[in-house]
């Protein structure tokens, strides 16, 4: 499971330093945590999702410079969506694990801001693209949805893995409690049925005349 994390860190900060801000960090128990992000004017697109721990649930909350709230949800496994910077400024982008009494998470969210800067200097010229750099283009992008979608099923495939550790651990723990129970029980009734059949001494009083 670690090392599926990492992977997926490194792919992400590859990834981030074109495209926006990727990151996956570790939220304890009742607590919450903070992003600050400094944005334009424009559309933007976020998405999240909890990768390990309890139910794969978080808080999260958006909010704009002035402490509009942009975004706010209870409880979500993951989700993405789409907002519009009315102004620029610093944008909030809070998880809250506040409401787990001992379980911590992993969550792993995609801050989008901005477009992405363009493959050739002069891209955006008056004139058409050669034939070579509209292919390159055509490619560039093919590859940000490679990207995309192999974060995806990491991280989907990080989730799995812990559910699937998980669920092996109680197994395990079960079995040992099981093999535990029928120990004692077995015991017990080799115990019982010894009583049974052991011979009880009696004591006899004679009577001299």
Not at 37 to 42: A, F
Not at 54 to 75: A, I, Q, S
Not at 91 to 102: A, I
Not at 132 to 150: F, G, N, R, T
């Amino acid at each position: 499971g670690e090392a599926v994390l990492v992977r997926v860190l490194w792919l992400q900060l590859l990834a981030g330093w074109a495209y926006g801000s990727e990151l996956t960090f570790e939220l304890p128990d009742n607590a919450k945590q903070c992003f600050h992000e400094d944005i334009i004017i424009g559309t933007k697109y976020v998405s999240l999702q909890v990768v390990t721990g309890g139910h794969y649930d978080v808080d999260c909350r958006l909010e704009d410079p002035d402490g509009t709230v942009l975004y706010k949800e209870m409880k979500k496994q993951y989700d993405s969506f789409t907002f519009t910077a009315g102004k620029n400024g610093t944008f909030k982008f809070c998880f809250s694990n506040e409401f787990s009494t001992f379980t911590h998470k992993t969550v792993y969210f995609d801050f989008q801001v901005g477009d992405d800067p363009p493959l050739f200097p002069n891209e955006n010229r008056v004139t058409a693209l050669t034939q070579m750099e509209s292919a390159c283009v055509s490619i560039h992008e093919a590859l940000k949805s490679v990207i995309d979608y192999q974060t995806h099923f990491r991280l989907r495939e990080a989730q799995g893995r812990s559910r699937a550790e998980d669920l092996n651990t109680r197994v395990a723990f079960w079995s040992v409690g099981e093999a535990i129970i029928l120990l004692v029980v077995s015991i017990s009734q080799v115990v019982l049925l010894r009583s049974f059949f052991s011979d009880k001494k009696t004591t006899t009083t004679r009577v001299g005349s």
